[in-house]
């Protein structure tokens, strides 16, 4: 994760801690040859998290996301993931890690995994329901399990596993959490063109405080959470 920034690294392994049963999901599912759609250096977590497969290939929209992984077993490639340039059934299993949500044309994302996956193959997603914005300018959506019960329909794709991950007190959490990033405007969650009233200042300590108190506590009323508003949803569903 060198070529990451520092705040993105932090964000990454506290996805990868609460989202802890979407490597479950992987080691009881991932196999074969693996397509990682927008995966960047994921591959390097997966081997850490002794995940099987034969031979894994990331694909990413550019280079300039390409790590060096010097492995014979791992393969980058550059394309676009709503067309990709890889035939019918060449793949075991493909990888949609909080992905769907920066691309412009989900559904077309959606159904060419469906297309590249052999029949039988399965495909593991990460998908938001109520992530902050991040990654701008490049977040377009939050989805809900109807609309992910619709697509993967579409795709020729049957639901093995529809899991939601977090509810309402532990993406409040979050919020919070992430409200100190975009209160100074961090590139990763802001514009420069966000302008803050005179309010803003003048609250701003009482905005800090009731903010950092919050986590604590509703981390804590997590353990009860509405289900009804997960973080994400955790989706396994195998090729028709």
Same mark, same amino acid.
């Given at each position: 994760?060198?070529?990451?920034?520092?705040?993105?690294?932090?964000?990454?392994?506290?996805?990868?801690?609460?989202?802890?049963?979407?490597?479950?999901?992987?080691?009881?599912?991932?196999?074969?040859?693996?397509?990682?759609?927008?995966? !960047?250096?994921?591959?390097?977590?997966?081997?850490?998290?002794?995940?099987?497969?034969?031979? !894994?290939?990331?694909?990413?929209?550019?280079?300039?996301?390409?790590?060096?992984?010097?492995?014979?077993?791992?393969?980058?490639?550059?394309?676009?993931?709503?067309?990709?340039?890889?035939?019918?059934?060449?793949?075991?299993?493909?990888?949609?890690?909080?992905?769907?949500?920066?691309?412009?044309?989900?559904?077309?994302?959606?159904?060419?995994?469906?297309?590249?996956?052999?029949?039988?193959?399965?495909?593991?997603?990460?998908?938001?329901? =109520?992530?902050?914005?991040?990654?701008?300018?490049?977040?377009?959506?939050?989805?809900?399990?109807? !609309?992910?019960?619709?697509?993967?329909?579409?795709?020729?794709?049957?639901?093995?596993?529809?899991?939601?991950?977090?509810?309402? !007190?532990?993406?409040?959490?979050?919020?919070?959490?992430?409200?100190?990033?975009?209160?100074f405007k961090y590139g990763y969650m802001s514009t420069a063109d966000n302008r803050r009233n005179?309010?803003?200042?003048?609250?701003?300590?009482?905005?800090?405080?009731?903010?950092?108190?919050?986590?604590?506590? =509703?981390?804590?009323?997590?353990?009860?959470?509405?289900?009804?508003?997960?973080?994400?949803?955790?989706?396994?569903?195998?090729?028709?």
């Amino acid at each position: 994760m060198s070529g990451k920034p520092k705040v993105l690294r932090v964000l990454y392994a506290a996805r990868d801690m609460v989202f802890r049963d979407l490597f479950r999901a992987l080691r009881q599912y991932c196999r074969g040859d693996v397509l990682d759609v927008g995966g !960047w250096d994921f591959y390097l977590t997966a081997k850490q998290r002794k995940i099987g497969f034969d031979t !894994w290939t990331t694909l990413e929209c550019s280079e300039g996301k390409k790590p060096q992984i010097p492995d014979e077993k791992f393969k980058f490639v550059t394309g676009d993931g709503c067309n990709m340039q890889f035939a019918d059934n060449s793949f075991d299993t493909a990888i949609n890690i909080h992905v769907l949500e920066h691309v412009f044309e989900p559904i077309r994302m959606v159904l060419e995994i469906g297309r590249i996956l052999k029949k039988g193959g399965r495909a593991v997603f990460l998908i938001p329901q =109520n992530s902050a914005l991040h990654c701008v300018p490049h977040h377009y959506y939050n989805f809900t399990r109807f !609309w992910i019960e619709q697509v993967m329909a579409t795709a020729g794709l049957r639901i093995i596993e529809l899991e939601p991950l977090g509810g309402f !007190w532990s993406s409040l959490a979050a919020r919070f959490f992430h409200f100190f990033l975009q209160s100074f405007k961090y590139g990763y969650m802001s514009t420069a063109d966000n302008r803050r009233n005179v309010f803003f200042y003048i609250f701003y300590p009482v905005m800090f405080l009731y903010a950092l108190l919050s986590i604590p506590l =509703n981390l804590m009323l997590s353990f009860g959470d509405l289900r009804e508003e997960p973080n994400s949803h955790l989706v396994v569903a195998e090729k028709n």
